[in-house]
C-alpha cells in the first residue's frame, strides 16, 4: 500500500556555505564545545597549566628572587622529609582534617534534627545558625582570635570569675592548646554546613515509613536507625569526604590565628607552603613540594568521593 | 499530666539543645559587635563584665571608614567579586547547558573532569599560580583575582547549573524550536529564565565566595592599596602585636554585611546551592 | 497545507534501528495516525518528520520541499507533545503568541489569531493563566491552540491524549476529528492506542520494529491485515490465533487443530491447497464466534469448555478451552454461561484468516 514518492517535488539545492556554516553550528557536538570553551579556556590557563607548572618548580630551587632555578629533582621533597617541621605539619594537618570531623558530623545531625521539627520562628533559626559558613572566614577568625585573647578572653574571664582557674589560658600559647582551640573553631565553622546539608536529606524521608515503623512499636532511636538513617547514608558520606578535603587544604583559619605559631608548631599543609614558599624566604621550589604532598591524600579522597556520587547516581 | 510531660520533653529534647547550638554558633558574631561598638576605656578595664554593654561609641567605626584604606579595600572587594561572579555564571552557564542538555562524544568525561576540578584546593595551586599571574602581568591588579576565581566558581557553578538544566523538559525546548526559535532564542527565552532559581542559587554563591576569599587575594593583590577587605583587614589591622581590637571588629562587621544580606535575602537559593554543589550528584 | 512524504528514511540511534527504510505517503489534508507499540519507531519517525532527529538516510518531503536538512523552526509544522510542553513562565495567551512574534507577525494579528482560535477552542476565558493554574484537559486545548494559531502546513501530535482520564479522552478524540476534519490540514499522529488510531485516522499505518507493517483505512487494516503482528495488534481483544494442519480431500479443505476441524472458505482452497498437510495459523476473531450455552441442534457446532466468563455489560467476553490455548469469544450479554460447562460454538469461516507461519503474512 506504500507508494513511491510524486515526482512533482523540487529536489534539495546545494547548501550555500553560509547554511552550511549555520547547519554546522546547530549540530549538538559542536555546540557543546563551542558552549564549553570560554570555561575549559579559563581553567587551563589557570588550573591545569599551574598544576604541572607547579610540579615543574618543586623539581626546581626557584626562589622569588630568582625566578628561573636550576633542576633539583627530587631534592625538596627529600629535604621536607627530614625537616621537623615538616612532620608537625603533617601531623597537625591529620588531626585538623580527620579529627574534627566526628565532631562536624555528630553536631550537624543533631542540628538537623533539631531543626527538622516544628517550632516557632524554625526558618529564622535555620537562617542565622547557617551564618558562621557563610561569613568570610578570615574576618569571624578575627573574633575568635579576641575570644583566645591571652588578656581579654571573655572564656578565661567567665572561669576566673566563676572560681573555676587562677589565671587566664593560654588558648595559643602552647601547641596542644592551640591545636584544640583551632579545631574548635573550626568545628563551629563546619557544623553548620552538615546541619544543613543533612537537613535537606531529612526532608527527603518519607513520612509514611515512619508512622508505620511508629505503628510497629519502634521507638525514637530504633526509628531513626532503620528509617532515618538508610536515606540520609548518601548525604552524610559525601558531607564527610567534602568536609575532610575541604578541612584538609585549609588556610585562612590556621593563617590568622596562629600563622603557624607557636614556634611553627601549628601549621598545616596550606600555611606552612605560604610561609616557605611566599611569606619568608620565598623558597619557590620548597613550597611548591609542600602543597604537592597535599595531593595523594586528596586525589584518593576525591577518588571516593566521586566513586561514591555516581553509585548514588545510578 | 501527659500534657507537662510532653512539655518537659520538648524542652529537654527540642530547646535546650537549640539554645546550645545557638549559643555556640552565634556567640562570636555577639562579641564581634559588642567588642565593635565598645569605647576603649571599657575594653581594657578586667573589673567589669565583659559580655555586657554599658556605653557605646561608634567610634570604632568612624576611625575604620577615615584613618584606614577600608574603604579602598571595599572598593577592591566589590569590582573583583562582581567581576569574577560574571565572569563564571557566564561561562558557568554555557558550560552547564552543554553538560546538562547535549549529547555528544566525552560529555561524561567533561562532567567528571569538572567534578574533579571543584574538589582542587587553592592551598595547591597558588605558588605556581602566582607564577603564572606575574607571566601574564597581572600581578596586583584586578583582573589577577577576577580570572583567578573562576577556577573555582566555574566547576561549582556549573555542577549546580548542570543538575538544573537537566530538571528542565527538552521537550520546553524541541517545540520552541518548532514554533519557530533558534536553538539560541530556545535558550535564551524557554531555558534560561525557567532556570533562573538555579542561576541565582549559582550567581549568589559565587558572590559569596569571591567575597570571601583569602588565600589568593594575599599573594596576588597583597601589597599597598589593592587588598581586598578580609587580607586588608588581617594585615593592615594587626600591626605588630598592637591590636586595635574596635576598629578590627568593625571591619569584620562591615566585611560581613554585604554576604550577610544577600543570605537573608535569599536564604533559600543558599540553602539549595549548597546542597546542589555539596550533595546532589 | 501539503502532503508528506517519507521517502526511504532510515534513523539509526548507535547502531540501533530505530526506523527502517520507512516509504510513505500522506495526502495533502489527510489525517494519518502512526500506531504501534512501544519502540517500535514511531514516536522516532515523528520526530525525524519535525527535524529533532538528523535523519540517517533517505529524505522528507512537506509539501513541495525537500526539509531533510532544514532546522525544524523552518519547517512550517506545529507540534503537540504528550506532556503538552507548554511554556511554565508564560499565559496562556503568551504560550499561543510565541510562534507568531518569532515570526515578526504584527501585534494586532497576533492577536487577532489567538482570539480567534481560543474562542474556537473555548479557551477564551484562561487568557491570563499560566500552565499551572489549568486542569489536564485546559492544558491539552492550549498545546492544541498553540499549534492551530500558527496555521502551519502540518500538524504533528505525539500521544496528545494519553495524558488526559479516559472519560475526557473520549471526549477529545471527537472534538479533535471534527477540528481537523473542519480545518483541513494534513496531520500526522502518533500513538500506542489502537482504539484511538481505529477511530480518528482516514487511514493507519502500522509500525513494529521500525518496520512499517501496513499502510491502509482503518476498515481495510481490520478486514483484510497484511500480517501476523497487524491482525494481533488492531483490534480488541485481540484476533484468537492458533496453529492447524491443513488436510485436503474429497473436494473439501478441512482445517484441523487437535480435535478441532474446520472447514475452509470455499473461495480459499486453492491458496490453502499449496500448504496441504503443512501447518497454517488460523486467526479468527473473537466477534467471529458464536457461541451459546449448553447444546444446540445445528451443523457445524463445536462443543468447548467455559474456562472464564467476563460480562462487560455491552457485551460478555467468554474464555473457551481451544485446540492451543484459550479462544476469546464475543457473546451477546444476555446469555448464561458457567466456567466448567460446555458451550457451543459456530465459526464465521467467511471471516476466518490465516498466516504462513514462517512469514506470518496473511493467506487470506
Known sequence: MTTAPAGTVTQAVPLRLRERVRHWLDSEPVLAYLFMSPGWLILLLFMSYPFFLGIWISLTDRTVGLPSGEFVGFRNYAELLRDRTFHLTVMNTFIYGFVTVPFKLVLGLLLALLLNQAFPMRNVLRAALLLPWIVPTALSSLAWLMLYDAVLSPFSWLLKNWGLIESNIAFLGTRTNAIISLCIANIWRGTPFFAVAILAGLQAVPQELHEAAAIEGANRVQRFLAVTLPVIKGILVITTLFSIIWTFADFQLVYVLTKGGPANSTHIFGTYAWQIGIGGAGKLGIGAAISLYMFPVLAVLSAILLRYVRSQEA | ?281 | ?364
Open chain 3, 1 to 364: 497545507m501539503a502532503q508528506v512524504i517519507y521517502d526511504h528514511v532510515t534513523k539509526r540511534f548507535d547502531g540501533v534501528i530505530a526506523v527502517n527504510d520507512l516509504t510513505l505517503e500522506v495526502k495533502d489534508g489527510e489525517f494519518l495516525v502512526l500506531v504501534g507499540p512501544s519502540g517500535c519507531g514511531k514516536t522516532t519517525a515523528l520526530r525525524c518528520l519535525a527535524g529533532l532527529e538528523e535523519v540517517t538516510s533517505g529524505d522528507i518531503i512537506i509539501g513541495d520541499r525537500v526539509v531533510t536538512h532544514i532546522p525544524p523552526k523552518d519547517r512550517d509544522i506545529a507540534m503537540v507533545f504528550q506532556n503538552y510542553a507548554l511554556y511554565p513562565h508564560m499565559t496562556v495567551y503568551e504560550n499561543m503568541a510565541f510562534g507568531l512574534k518569532l515570526r515578526k507577525m504584527p501585534k494586532q494579528e497576533i492577536d487577532r489569531r489567538v482570539k480567534e482560535v481560543a474562542e474556537m477552542l473555548g479557551i477564551q476565558d484562561l487568557l491570563n493563566r499560566k500552565p499551572r493554574q489549568l486542569s489536564g484537559g485546559q492544558r491539552q486545548r492550549v498545546a492544541l491552540g498553540r499549534a492551530i494559531v500558527r496555521e502551519p502546513q502540518v500538524f504533528l501530535m505525539d500521544e496528545p491524549l494519553s495524558n488526559l482520564d479516559a472519560k475526557l479522552r473520549v471526549q477529545t478524540r471527537g472534538e479533535l476529528i471534527k477540528l481537523q476534519r473542519r480545518l483541513g490540514v494534513t496531520t500526522i499522529y502518533v500513538t500506542h492506542d489502537q482504539v484511538e488510531a481505529m477511530t480518528m485516522g482516514h487511514r493507519i499505518a502500522v509500525m513494529n520494529q521500525g518496520v512499517l507493517q501496513q499502510l491502509d483505512t482503518p476498515e481495510n487494516l481490520y478486514d483484510h491485515p497484511a500480517n501476523l503482528f497487524v491482525a494481533t495488534f488492531i483490534g480488541s481483544p485481540a484476533m484468537n490465533i492458533f496453529p492447524a494442519r491443513v488436510v485436503a480431500g474429497d473436494g473439501t479443505v478441512r482445517l484441523v487443530a487437535g480435535d478441532v476441524t474446520l472447514e475452509a472458505p470455499a473461495e480459499q482452497r486453492g491458496r490453502l491447497a499449496e500448504y496441504a498437510n503443512r501447518e497454517v495459523l488460523v486467526g479468527i476473531r473473537p466477534e467471529d464466534l458464536i457461541v451459546q450455552p449448553g447444546q444446540v441442534s445445528e451443523d457445524r457446532q463445536l462443543r468447548l469448555p467455559v474456562e472464564i466468563v467476563e460480562p462487560l455489560g455491552s457485551e460478555t467476553l467468554v474464555h473457551l478451552r481451544g485446540p492451543a490455548g484459550a479462544l476469546i469469544a464475543k457473546a451477546d450479554p444476555h446469555l448464561h454461561f458457567s466456567p466448567g460447562e460446555l458451550a457451543s460454538v459456530r465459526v464465521k469461516i467467511e471471516h476466518m484468516h490465516a498466516f504462513d507461519p514462517q512469514t506470518e503474512l496473511a493467506l487470506f
Open chain 2, 1 to 281: 499530666m501527659v500534657g507537662s510531660n510532653r512539655l518537659s520533653s520538648r524542652l529537654f529534647l527540642l530547646y535546650l539543645p537549640l539554645a546550645f547550638f545557638t549559643v555556640f554558633l552565634l556567640f562570636p558574631f555577639y562579641w564581634m559587635l559588642i567588642i565593635s561598638l565598645k569605647p576603649n576605656s571599657l575594653l581594657l578595664n578586667m573589673k567589669i563584665n565583659p559580655l555586657y554593654l554599658t556605653q557605646f561609641t561608634l567610634e570604632h567605626y568612624r576611625y575604620l571608614l577615615t584613618n584606614t584604606d577600608f574603604p579602598r579595600w571595599a572598593l577592591n572587594t566589590a569590582v573583583v567579586t562582581f567581576g569574577a561572579t560574571f565572569l563564571s555564571l557566564t561561562s558557568s552557564i554555557l558550560m552547564g547547558y552543554a553538560l546538562g542538555r547535549f549529547r555528544f562524544r566525552g560529555g561524561n568525561l567533561a562532567g567528571t573532569a569538572i567534578f574533579l576540578a571543584y574538589l582542587i584546593p587553592p592551598t595547591l595551586l597558588f605558588i605556581p599560580l602566582s607564577q603564572v599571574v606575574a607571566r601574564f602581568g597581572l600581578y596586583n591588579s584586578y583582573w589577577a583575582l577576577i580570572l583567578t576565581y573562576p577556577t573555582f566558581l566555574i566547576p561549582f557553578a556549573s555542577w549546580l547549573l548542570m543538575g538544573y538544566f537537566r530538571t528542565i523538559p527538552r521537550e520546553l525546548e524541541e517545540c520552541a524550536m518548532i514554533d519557530g526559535a533558534s536553538r539560541f532564542q530556545a535558550m535564551w527565552r524557554i531555558i534560561l529564565p525557567l532556570a533562573l532559581p538555579g542561576v541565582l542559587s549559582a550567581g549568589i554563591f559565587s558572590f559569596t565566595l569571591s567575597w570571601n576569599e583569602f588565600l589568593y587575594a594575599l599573594v596576588f593583590m597583597g601589597s599597598g592599596e589593592m587588598k581586598t577587605i578580609p587580607v586588608g583587614t588581617v594585615s593592615d589591622l594587626i600591626r605588630a602585636d598592637v591590636f586595635q581590637w574596635g576598629p578590627l571588629m568593625a571591619a569584620a562587621m562591615l566585611g560581613s554585611v554585604p554576604v550577610a544580606i544577600a543570605y537573608m535575602f535569599f536564604v533559600d537559593q543558599y540553602v539549595s546551592g549548597l546542597t546542589a554543589g555539596a550533595v546532589k550528584g
